[in-house]
């Protein structure tokens, strides 16, 4: 599977087509329109979506693992099985955010 464009991901959630378990690493998709997103299991190691609206995304069993995340909109999604590894959260917004849970390394 190839890595997607930021272009071809912004036309993909317009059009409501899923993302499901794209190769989305490290792409830039800061400050992008990504409300109502399916983003399941897609991995979005080191991707930048600083200031992204997310609301209502699904990113179940998603990767982001060291993702920018600071300044997103993440009311609504589904972060059931996330991979939040490395991530700062500082400044998101997770109200009413299904499915969350944060764990503790050991």
Sequence with gaps: ??????????????????LY??????????GQNLRGGDFSYADLRGANLESANLVCANFEGADLENARLEGTDFRYANLKGAN???????????FKVTKLRLRRDE
């Design 1 to 18: 599977m190839t890595q997607m464009t930021t272009e071809k991901v912004l036309k993909q959630v317009i059009q409501g087509v899923s």
């Design 84 to 94: 939040l590894k490395g991530t700062i959260l500082e400044g998101v917004d997770l």
């Design 21 to 30: 378990k794209e190769d989305l690493r490290r792409l830039d998709l800061s």
